[in-house]
Antibody, heavy 114, light 113 residues
Framework: EVQLVESGGVVVQPGGSLRLSCAAS????????MHWVRQAPGKGLEWVSL????????YYADSVKGRFTISRDNSKNSLYLQMNSLRTEDTALYYC???????WGQGTLVTVSS | NFMLTQPHSVSESPGKTVTISCTRS????????VQWYQQRPGSAPTTVIY?????PSGVPDRFSGSIDSSSNSASLTISGLKTEDEADYYC????????????FGGGTKLTVL
């Protein structure tokens, strides 16, 4: 059974940093592209970033480019999102999703507030 | 860049059929696959249609997807509506030539009443 479990979401002050993690199981992790997608409270889905199977290619939404960094450790079946210079508008539930977004985690909540 | 535009909300009665549209603002709707996700309150999204018209295992055949090049749009059709179909639905596609790479529609709230 495919499982994606996000962690690391907390309350952080504007300008702060945070690293989210996503633990994957039930599939061959290093065969697949992975994504981060977020959803602000009461709003729609917003794609954040993706990383290729080997970490060699990464892409970002304009809203986070230069502030967020996606990475992965295939030896640990884990996906990460390093979030710097956080803004109030980054407040959202952050999901990791596999490849064609056929599987999603349950999300981890990031709240940016003073 | 392109946008995917969905109606904000639709409503229909149980047993009826509803269609949710997703219109691509520029470039051909046929140039990249379209996916559809269902999101019930408090839950993560799940795929109901992938690659324009394919249903994942476990998704009932009441759900179907299509694309229409003349209107440059994709559609999700749900027949025999059930109250459990009440949810938010999102279309999604890819832009392999420009940024951002993954594009979501704004979502449609389906009410079954």
């Amino acid at each position: 059974e495919v499982q994606l479990v996000e962690s690391g979401g907390v309350v952080v002050q504007p300008g702060g940093s945070l690293r989210l993690s996503c633990a994957a199981s039930g599939f061959t992790f290093d065969d697949y592209t992975m994504h981060w997608v977020r959803q602000a409270p009461g709003k729609g889905l917003e794609w954040v970033s993706l990383i290729s199977w080997d970490g060699g290619s990464t892409y970002y939404a304009d809203s986070v480019k230069g502030r967020f960094t996606i990475s992965r450790d295939n030896s640990k079946n884990s996906l990460y999102l390093q979030m710097n210079s956080l803004r109030t508008e980054d407040t959202a539930l952050y999901y990791c999703a596999k490849d064609m977004m056929d599987y999603w985690g349950q999300g981890t909540l990031v709240t940016v507030s003073s | 860049n392109f946008m995917l535009t969905q109606p904000h909300s639709v409503s229909e009665s149980p047993g009826k059929t509803v269609t949710i549209s997703c219109t691509r603002s520029s470039g051909s709707i046929a140039s990249n696959y379209v996916q559809w996700y269902q999101q019930r309150p408090g839950s993560a999204p799940t795929t109901v249609i992938y690659e324009d018209n394919q249903r994942p295992s476990g998704v009932p055949d009441r759900f179907s997807g299509s694309i229409d090049s003349s209107s440059n749009s994709a559609s999700l059709t749900i027949s025999g509506l059930k109250t459990e179909d009440e949810a938010d639905y999102y279309c999604q596609s890819y832009d392999s030539s420009n940024h951002p790479y993954v594009v979501f529609g704004g979502g449609t709230k389906l009410t079954v009443l």
